[in-house]
């Protein structure tokens, strides 16, 4: 049970270490405002984060005047309300929450509470060359019941963390990234089962910071849901971008992700990435990339492998600090190693999409992506489609509103020619969350969330096996959180 939580908290001792060290040997100036005008006393009781105030020129940095290159593990993201200071944020948020039917595949199971307490640490460190981003949370849950096929387990743990470290020389960057989780259950079902979720309303998971934005898409993917199953998913990577001309880059990226799951009956699964891109902007706000990738995946000694090779071509466009756009499509070769008949070739073409808004009183995203992935621990490799989308406004001085929702198709791949119906998966969620201020440091929030997972193929908890997957999730909670706190 300690295994996931431990990879994580050694990858946070060695961010915390590095950003001490850093803090004795670096002591060039901070780029972007001052902290005493991004973050006056009035806007920490209003919900609005720093950059919003009523003069948008305190604490919102100028558009930058490179894009982020399209052709590695980075995508275009809103730099609106983006801090480019050194702070830290400490968040504390507990959950009370109900669900019914948790296991999803069990109708008669019943309703099952949950008490979820966590920590966040949202912590920038800029230096005159580099510049570090952590979101680290973590805490445990308690079930009013065991929710582990299995076992009597009524409790656990479960953590997050995101970190960020980008080193810029005279023509290169360097860019070492790596966001990893320790769940009890699939990242996409767990709907408000945990205050993690909450910290994105309020002041700490990584609401304010300036850190470059990596691709969720490019993850272990996790959107089949096969009942409660601790799992380990993380994805690091590393990124060098040389500087051809003003107006050129080219990067080298590699990543390696893991699935790895403490239960029973499902599917571990490794992962080897490269990338090789050029970029080419056009003025300050256009785009334009071409990627070569070679994804290698491995599911035990059991399950053949994938390989998959592709070519993308990618545009993006920020419009304003407020909206970006990116659009790519990816034709792509895919073989599997290991079979009895030999190795098998197919082609197939994947793509992803993105609108993000963000702004004052709005906030959006609109994604589709369609790409080879892991098959979420219950496939050996699967074609998965996701789309998604999400909008909040804030509707008063006091209060947040968010609604969302995703949808993911996974199908599985044809491996030979025996003719075998290719087993698939229709997962659909929806959820609302309402966040209060009750002041300066602390809110309230109420969360709803509901799901359906529909397959031609049963998926079996104990005795009870099913197509149909059905739950609803309500919880409420409260958040504590500090301001801003700067970093000399």
Request: hydrophobic share 35%.
């Amino acid at each position: 049970m300690r295994k996931g939580w431990s990879y994580l908290t050694t990858i946070a001792l060695v961010a915390l270490w590095a950003t001490t060290l850093r803090a004795q040997q670096t002591s060039g100036p901070a780029v972007g405002p001052s902290l005493t005008a991004a973050f006056p006393a009035a806007q920490a009781g209003t919900g609005q984060t720093p950059g919003s105030a009523a003069n948008p020129s305190e604490g919102q940095p100028a558009a930058p005047s490179v894009m982020p290159p399209l052709s590695g593990a980075q995508v275009l993201a809103p730099t609106f309300g983006s801090m480019s200071e050194s702070y830290w944020v400490p968040a504390l948020a507990c959950t009370e929450s109900a669900s019914t039917n948790p296991s999803g595949l069990n109708r008669g199971s019943g309703i099952f509470s949950t008490t979820t307490c966590d920590a966040n640490l949202t912590l920038q460190r800029v230096g005159r060359h580099s510049q570090l981003n952590l979101d680290l949370t973590g805490g445990g849950f308690y079930y009013n019941r065991p929710y582990e096929t299995g076992t009597n387990k009524q409790y656990g743990t479960d953590g997050e963390l995101g970190l960020v470290e980008t080193v810029n020389g005279r023509r290169w960057n360097w860019l070492l990234g790596d966001s990893g989780s320790y769940l009890p259950a699939a990242s996409l079902g767990l709907g408000g089962l945990s205050g993690i979720s909450s910290f994105a309303g309020g002041m700490g998971g990584g609401a304010l910071s300036s850190a470059p934005a990596l691709n969720g898409a490019l993850a272990p993917n996790q959107s089949i849901y096969g009942g409660m199953s601790r799992r380990f998913s993380d994805m690091a990577v590393s990124e060098l971008t040389y500087i051809a001309s003003p107006r050129s880059t080219l990067t080298a990226t590699a990543m390696f992700g893991t699935l790895q799951f403490f239960s029973p009956g499902t599917t571990d699964e490794r992962s080897w990435t490269v990338m090789g891109g050029y970029n080419r902007t056009f003025g300050r706000n256009n785009e334009f990339a071409l990627n070569y990738e070679e994804m290698h995946f491995n599911f035990g000694p059991i399950q053949p492998g994938m390989i998959d090779h592709a070519a993308s071509v990618f545009y993006g466009r920020q419009i304003s600090p407020k909206v970006t756009v990116e659009l790519s499509v990816a034709p792509s070769a895919r073989g599997f190693s290991g079979l009895s008949a030999g190795s098998t070739t197919n082609l197939f073409v994947g793509t992803y999409d993105s609108l993000l808004y963000r702004a004052q009183r709005w906030d959006g995203t609109l994604r589709f992506d369609r790409a080879l992935t892991g098959g979420a621990g219950v496939l050996a490799g699967a074609g998965t489609i996701s789309v998604g989308g999400g909008i909040g406004r804030q509707l008063s001085r006091r209060v947040h509103g968010m609604v969302n929702v995703n949808y993911a198709q996974n199908r599985s791949l044809v491996q030979s020619t025996s003719g075998a119906p290719q087993a698939t998966y229709d997962y659909i969620q929806a959820g609302a969350n309402l966040t209060h201020e009750l002041g300066q440091h602390m809110s309230l929030y109420l969360n709803y969330s509901v799901q359906r997972q529909t397959s031609n193929t049963p998926l079996c908890e104990n005795v009870a096996c099913s197509t149909l997957y059905f739950r609803q999730v309500g919880g409420f909670g409260i958040n504590w959180h500090s301001r801003p706190l700067k970093i000399d």
